[in-house]
């Protein structure tokens, strides 16, 4: 074969060999964005409780009792899509096996939702009953592994895990039932704190060059409880409505990443 055929086909397999991915021994760093989809967890949970009087939350009203209908209300109910973006740093212990660390921002803006009804035996009515719950905010600090699959320097799939914790910032909320000129403003419902996570992924990388690759991820992410805030809805017999807040959630994000 003459010469001038045979280098472009070398020059290509030395860039394939030495394309953007994990490799023995190599360092990487990585930056995303994307959404991440609320697939389960409760926000609050449901509960009936009887107030005999709802004169301390509307002079008018002295005198008047009600029985408040709380129903549970999901993540996806009450914040639907949030956005999410961070950093990944990771070290490859061969071409298919990598471990990595990333930190992660998650943030959904404030919803309102109608979270019940408060039954008036005076009236013989059901009162709908709103809460607006402030916007969802965490930083999410994990480990993890991925086992990647294919040929080195071409579109590879992986599939891997992580564990860790991630602190979600306080979550105040306003409940009103309009119908009655009742609002509690501003009310706190969850402390800020921390909480255990963890999650699946599956992804593929997509080498650009020999330093610069990138990649499209999604999986399965899971955050605990919140830490909960009784102090103004305890009083109203709804102590247990926010002994819950966990998170499950499909991420999908696309990461630029570069190797060295």
């Known amino acids: 074969m003459r010469t001038w055929l045979v ?15 994990p490799e ?3 360092f990487s760093m990585s930056l995303f964005g994307g959404v991440d989809m609320p697939l389960g967890g409760d926000v ?3 509960a009936t409780a009887a107030v005999p009087d709802l004169g301390p939350l509307n002079p008018a009203l002295a005198g008047v009792d009600a029985e408040l209908r709380i129903q549970s209300r999901g993540h996806d109910r009450i914040y639907d899509l949030a956005t999410t973006y961070g950093v990944e740093f990771a070290y490859a212990f061969d071409e298919r096996r990598e471990i990595f660390g990333q930190l992660r921002q998650t943030r959904a803006d404030e919803g309102m939702v109608q979270v019940g009804g408060a039954f008036v035996p005076a009236l013989d009515t059901t009162l709908p009953v ?19 699959f294919g040929t080195a320097g071409t579109a590879r799939p992986y ?5 860790g914790a991630t602190r979600t910032d306080e979550i105040r909320a ?10 509690i403003a501003d009310a706190p419902f969850y402390d800020s704190g921390w909480q255990a996570t963890g999650g699946l992924d599956v992804g593929v990388i997509m080498p650009v060059s020999e330093t610069f690759s990138v990649t499209l991820a999604s999986g399965v992410r899971y955050v605990g409880d919140l830490k909960d ?3 103004a809805v305890g009083g109203l017999g709804l102590a247990g409505i926010n002994d819950t807040g966990s998170r499950v959630s499909v991420p999908v994000t696309l990461s630029a990443r570069w190797d060295f």
Request: charged share 20%; aromatic share 14%; net charge negative.
């Open 7 to 21: 280098l472009p086909f070398t020059a290509l397999f030395a860039t394939t060999a030495q394309a953007a991915g």
């Open 24 to 26: 023995a021994g190599r």
């Open 44 to 46: 609050h949970d449901g």
């Open 130 to 148: 709103y809460g607006t719950f402030g916007d969802y905010e965490a930083l999410s600090a994990e480990v993890g592994y991925r086992h990647y």
């Open 159 to 163: 599939v891997g895990a992580r564990l």
């Open 174 to 183: 306003t409940f009103e039932i309009p119908d009655a000129g009742i609002t």
């Open 229 to 231: 805030d009784d102090s």
